[in-house]
T-cell receptor, first 110, second 113 residues
Framework: QKEVEQDPGPLSVPEGAIVSLNCTYS??????FMWYRQYSRKGPELLMY????GNKEDGRFTAQVDKSSKYISLFIRDSQPSDSATYLC??????????FGSGTKLNVKP | GAGVSQTPSNKVTEKGKYVELRCDPI?????LYWYRQSLGQGPEFLIY????????DSGLPNDRFFAVRPEGSVSTLKIQRTERGDSAVYLC???????????FGPGTRLLVL
């Protein structure tokens, strides 16, 4: 069983839609949770970082962590074509070593 | 300022050859990480340096893989006797200190024929 599971998509939505991206994990020791965005042929770029459980909001992005269910989510409001990318969740129990999901490819249609 | 840079951007080699991949971290960043990303997968941790020393090399798949960071800045990932299964994008990331945001480079695309 993989440490982190993520639906690969692709997910296609119209511009302006609310997007929900999710990951599940198996290791209850994970405390650091991150969402990265990766454009084609580029390195991942950190979007959101959450420590332990709870919600965090930054502009159009909201990250949620539910440690009891081992489930994390990223919501994108008012999605834009420029949000079209692959979204990777990552997590770990320390900052030395993160486990990444396989990524969800998102396409926002104008 | 400049971000993390990696050279070469693309590398094609033949099975059995030796390759070196270079990472130039952001100036002043003490922590440096190497990841491998296969097609359709997320990055997979290989090794983490704090300064000059490898603090965690548990992700290196076997003894054909080795990485160095002799002066605590530039790092080189070395792969001996390359195999077709080594084909992937090799990503480097750096952070100011250990518990800080990791900034990724664009990666080196390695193709082993």
């Amino acid at each position: 069983q993989k440490e982190v599971e993520q639906d690969p998509g692709p997910l296609s939505v119209p511009e302006g839609a609310i997007v929900s991206l999710n990951c599940t994990y198996s290791n209850s020791a994970f405390q650091y949770f991150m969402w990265y965005r990766q454009y084609s042929r580029k390195g991942p770029e950190l979007l959101m970082y959450t420590y332990s459980s709870g919600n965090k909001e930054d502009g159009r992005f909201t990250a949620q962590v539910d440690k009891s269910s081992k489930y994390i989510s990223l919501f994108i409001r008012d999605s834009q074509p420029s949000d079209s990318a692959t979204y990777l969740c990552a997590m770990g129990n320390n900052f030395n070593k993160f486990y990444f999901g396989s990524g969800t490819k998102l396409n926002v249609k104008p | 300022g400049a971000g993390v840079s990696q050279t070469p951007s693309n590398k094609v080699t033949e099975k059995g050859k030796y390759v070196e991949l270079r990472c130039d971290p952001i100036s002043g960043h003490t922590a440096l990480y190497w990841y491998r990303q296969s097609l359709g997968q997320g990055p997979e941790f290989l090794i983490y340096f704090q300064g000059t020393g490898a603090a965690d090399d548990s992700g290196l798949p076997n003894d054909r893989f080795f990485a160095v960071r002799p002066e605590g800045s530039v790092s080189t990932l070395k792969i001996q006797r390359t195999e077709r299964g080594d084909s992937a994008v090799y990503l480097c990331a750096s952070s100011l200190f250990r518990e800080e945001t990791q900034y990724f480079g664009p990666g080196t695309r390695l193709l082993v024929l």
